[in-house]
């Protein structure tokens, strides 16, 4: 640890009534984060069909031009476009080639074939008419085309979407729906991926019970951890549910060891802040290392990072709002980061505000629960959820994203531009 960090983390593990400006800002956690997290998962090689949503572990570049050949875009007729003007569209019909068919010879001199979608074009063929456009004449035996048509027309060139050693994607890339397209076309039927990281998940609470059971006065039921394996499923890795522990230091000491082991990552919630019935951070101290504990972020103030031996560990605020949002701010691309993919960043939106705001603390930087409604005139304009508060679950399916207020802001005026992150950015 650079002694300047090593400063910032005795100051902030002595002082328990930071001030915004002494905890660590956001784009200075993701920093360290980004510099911190190195791949960890290993490398396999997976069918195709398996692959999306996993990271590529090589570079994936194109065995073949796509298309292989030049081939016709349409039903239609092929012909040299030269013979087309020179016979005021008026052609023979010699040959007939469908998709698939193998390659027939060369165009006679003067004729048009007859041709189909994806067919390939004979040699010697440079264009193609469709044949909505076209008279058939002689029983098929010639045609007339219209005139007008460019050189080229219809015709789709051997390589024009890839060519043979085009790179389709890179090491690191997370694998959409539209790679797995392309690296199909290209002719792979296995692809070099990393493997799934291997993440335990726990929440910590004496008022916690699993959903389906009866709850007395007092308890409530664990939503995080079924919130964390739903943001978990659509990611490249594999959960072990360690269920609920109770607010007891020496059994939350046993199973983060015992985690540890034979995990990449911990995610725990709850019992993260510095109240006596809050013991992850001083769990961590004592069996691991903290590189991260508190944020001038709302929600989220106090969110832990660190390391028990080579696991890495994320501690989550308990109130479930704070817990959804900095994990998706946090956890998700540093998850994605340790599985091997390249850092992701979700992409801001610039919206007009359609609310005032009169007072922002400043210092600290905020994300409120937002969603995109449109004017009169059908113009889009970010409304804030009306309330703050972090524990409101129902406020997270109300709205469609985050709206993203920086450090410096200390007042929102209708119409103020500000960045808004739809879910969708998060891969929900
Ligand atoms: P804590 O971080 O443990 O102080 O918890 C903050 C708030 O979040 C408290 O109101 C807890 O009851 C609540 N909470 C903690 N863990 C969970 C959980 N897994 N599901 C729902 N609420 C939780
Ligand atoms: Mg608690």
Redesign the pocket.
Known sequence: MPPSEQGRARRLLDDCFLHDKDRMRHHEALDLLKNRLAPLADSETLPLDQAAGRILAENVLSRRNVPPADNSAVDGYAFAHADYLAKDGHLPVTARIAAGDAPAGPLEAGSAVRIFTGATMPDGADTVAMQEDCRSQDDGGAVTIPPGLKPGANRRKAGEDLRQGDTIATAATLLTPQHIASIASAGFGEIPVFGRLRIALV???N??VEPGNPARDGQ?Y????HMLKALLAGMPVEVSDLGILPDDPAIIGKTLSGAAQGHHAIIS?????R?EE?HIVATLDGIGKRHLWQLAVKPGRPMSFGQIDDCVFFGL????VACMVCFLLYIRPALLRLGGADWQEPMRFPLPAGFDIAKKKSGRREFWRGKVEHDDNGKPRLEKFARDGS?LISGLWQSGGLIEVGEDVTAVSQGDLLDFIPWSEFGI
């Open positions: 929440s910590g609470g008022e916690l409530i664990d939503t995080n951890r919630s709850g019992g993260t802040s109240g809050d605020p308990g109130n479930p524990g």
